[in-house]
């Protein structure tokens, strides 16, 4: 593990970049696989495996309520057991812990205290923690730190639930229903749930472990899932690289001119990420998939964008940081869930991309950026492993930019400082 300063001046990309690149595994697909893995009836492997906090939180997590998790090499091994005993739960700044594991933790027999880092005590679990209070699960509180007392089973049934804050209020209940006696029959009522992928992502895995899934598709009017009660199969799981953690290396072809090809890239995915491939095009790049993996080489100059990104939240820092360096206006929209994440993501990229010169403006649900020379400057990350991203993006283009706690990429990236460096 290299080790940086802080803060840590960006590496300045004074030439295009050429590089190949291989990524470490989703944090999206490891946390789903390592979750159902646990409930199954059976052990199973999960191979390449993201080895990072937020995994190494899901891995401890599982281990406490009785699961055992051999974490030692690329893959890793889960062996399910029935959950027991009363035990602590670090959520860390990790949603899906902080989501995920609390309805599964309810087929517990014992009490589950949750807590986490202080920022996670404001991101929004309240709705998840009703809608176990309604499927028959015993637990105080609607927000960090909570108590869980679990009787060895659940009842299940039909719950309503306002998923307009994260999509991982649906996902946490689906990834446990099956293990519910009577499965579970989710209804939103809200504006629509953002970052619905992460969703289909859910329902495709839990079919995988041959779970009966009924679900409304992709679409923005999704408002219900039913999961059937069921055995839950073990099934060896393969990560794919995580594509939404590809973002800073694509956009250092984007604002470098250069070349990254990111190895390994699936041509058919779940991951959210996949769509930087459009955005990348969009924003002029070329865009290409070859025999090592997808291929980006950036434009002589960076074009605006207007985008709805509802979808895909996650990806807004680094496209943000791309067009506060590009030659026309950007609007990016349907993102104030992103107020949500690790930290208030629209505030904190007006306050550090404008703090570098950039012409942003901070809209309820979005933001509007307009060409404006960038100059250096600190560039502070607030514990959000993406801020870390779209300041690295801005320092490989512009001289002297200092990023402050870069070491809280290690959220889903293994020395990622280190990685970064190793590219110029
Ligand atoms: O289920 C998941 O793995 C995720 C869902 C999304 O959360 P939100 O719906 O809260 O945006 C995404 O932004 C997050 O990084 C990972
Ligand atoms: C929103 C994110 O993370 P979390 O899983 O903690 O919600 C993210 O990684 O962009």
Same mark, same amino acid.
């Given at each position: 593990? *290299?080790?940086?300063?802080d803060?840590?001046?960006?590496?300045?990309?004074? $030439? /295009?970049?050429?590089?190949?690149?291989?990524?470490?595994?989703?944090?999206?697909?490891?946390?789903?696989?390592?979750?159902?893995?646990?409930?199954?009836?059976?052990? @199973?492997?999960v191979?390449?495996?993201?080895?990072?906090?937020d995994?190494?939180?899901?891995?401890?997590?599982?281990?406490?309520?009785?699961?055992?998790?051999?974490?030692?090499?690329?893959?890793? &091994?889960?062996?399910?057991?029935?959950?027991?005993?009363?035990?602590?739960?670090?959520?860390?700044l990790?949603? *899906?812990?902080?989501?995920?594991?609390?309805?599964?933790a309810?087929?517990?027999?014992?009490?589950?205290?949750?807590?986490?880092?202080?920022?996670?005590?404001?991101?929004?679990?309240?709705?998840?923690?009703?809608?176990?209070?309604?499927?028959?699960?015993?637990?105080?509180?609607?927000? +960090? /730190?909570?108590?869980?007392?679990?009787?060895?089973?659940?009842?299940?049934?039909?719950?309503?639930?306002?998923? $307009?804050?994260?999509?991982?209020?649906?996902?946490?209940?689906?990834?446990?229903?099956?293990?519910?006696?009577?499965?579970?029959?989710?209804?939103?009522?809200?504006?629509?749930?953002? $970052?619905?992928?992460?969703?289909?992502?859910?329902?495709?895995?839990?079919?995988?472990?041959?779970?009966?899934?009924?679900?409304?598709?992709?679409?923005?009017?999704?408002?219900?899932?039913?999961?059937?009660?069921?055995?839950?199969?073990?099934?060896?799981?393969?990560?794919?690289?995580?594509?939404?953690?590809?973002?800073?290396?694509?956009?250092?072809?984007?604002? &470098? =001119?250069?070349?990254?090809?990111?190895r390994?890239?699936?041509?058919?995915?779940?991951?959210?990420?996949?769509?930087l491939?459009?955005?990348?095009?969009?924003?002029?790049?070329?865009? =290409?998939?070859?025999?090592? =993996?997808?291929?980006?080489?950036?434009?002589?100059? +960076?074009?605006?964008?207007?985008?709805?990104?509802?979808?895909?939240?996650?990806?807004?820092?680094?496209?943000?940081?791309?067009?506060?360096?590009?030659?026309? /206006?950007?609007?990016?929209?349907?993102?104030?869930?992103?107020?949500?994440?690790?930290?208030?993501?629209?505030?904190?990229?007006? !306050?550090?991309?404008?703090?570098?010169?950039?012409?942003?403006?901070?809209?309820?649900? =979005?933001?509007?950026?307009?060409?404006?020379?960038?100059?250096?400057?600190?560039?502070?990350?607030?514990?959000?492993?993406?801020m870390?991203?779209?300041?690295?993006?801005?320092?490989?283009?512009?001289?002297?930019?200092?990023?402050?706690?870069?070491?809280?990429?290690? !959220?889903?990236?293994?020395?990622?400082?280190?990685?970064? @460096?190793?590219?110029?």
């Amino acid at each position: 593990m *290299t080790s940086v300063p802080d803060p840590w001046p960006a590496p300045r990309a004074t $030439s /295009p970049v050429d590089a190949v690149v291989t990524l470490p595994g989703s944090k999206s697909l490891t946390n789903r696989a390592l979750v159902l893995a646990a409930v199954a009836d059976g052990p @199973s492997v999960v191979r390449r495996a993201l080895r990072s906090r937020d995994t190494a939180l899901m891995a401890a997590a599982l281990t406490s309520l009785g699961s055992a998790v051999d974490t030692a090499g690329e893959d890793w &091994s889960v062996t399910p057991a029935p959950f027991a005993g009363d035990v602590a739960v670090d959520v860390g700044l990790a949603g *899906t812990v902080m989501r995920f594991v609390p309805p599964i933790a309810g087929l517990t027999r014992g009490t589950v205290a949750f807590d986490g880092d202080a920022h996670m005590r404001n991101r929004p679990v309240g709705e998840v923690l009703t809608a176990l209070r309604g499927l028959g699960v015993q637990v105080d509180g609607d927000a +960090l /730190p909570f108590t869980l007392r679990g009787s060895g089973t659940v009842r299940g049934g039909t719950v309503v639930v306002d998923a $307009s804050a994260s999509s991982q209020f649906i996902s946490a209940l689906l990834l446990a229903g099956a293990r519910y006696e009577q499965g579970v029959d989710v209804r939103h009522d809200g504006t629509p749930v953002p $970052s619905l992928p992460h969703i289909d992502m859910t329902v495709a895995m839990l079919r995988q472990h041959g779970v009966e899934v009924d679900d409304p598709g992709s679409g923005g009017g999704a408002n219900r899932w039913t999961v059937a009660p069921g055995p839950v199969r073990p099934v060896d799981h393969v990560i794919e690289p995580d594509l939404s953690n590809a973002a800073p290396f694509l956009a250092l072809a984007a604002v &470098s =001119g250069g070349t990254v090809t990111v190895r390994d890239w699936p041509r058919a995915t779940t991951q959210a990420g996949d769509a930087l491939r459009g955005i990348l095009a969009q924003m002029g790049c070329e865009v =290409g998939f070859t025999d090592a =993996g997808l291929r980006v080489t950036g434009p002589d100059e +960076l074009q605006g964008v207007d985008l709805d990104l509802h979808d895909v939240g996650e990806l807004a820092p680094a496209v943000a940081a791309l067009c506060a360096l590009a030659t026309t /206006p950007s609007h990016l929209r349907g993102i104030a869930h992103i107020r949500h994440h690790e930290t208030d993501r629209l505030a904190a990229l007006a !306050k550090e991309l404008g703090g570098l010169g950039a012409d942003v403006v901070e809209r309820p649900d =979005g933001l509007d950026l307009r060409p404006a020379p960038l100059g250096g400057g600190l560039f502070h990350t607030y514990a959000d492993h993406r801020m870390a991203h779209a300041g690295v993006i801005v320092g490989a283009a512009v001289d002297g930019v200092l990023v402050e706690n870069v070491a809280t990429t290690g !959220k889903t990236f293994p020395d990622f400082a280190g990685f970064w @460096s190793g590219l110029f």
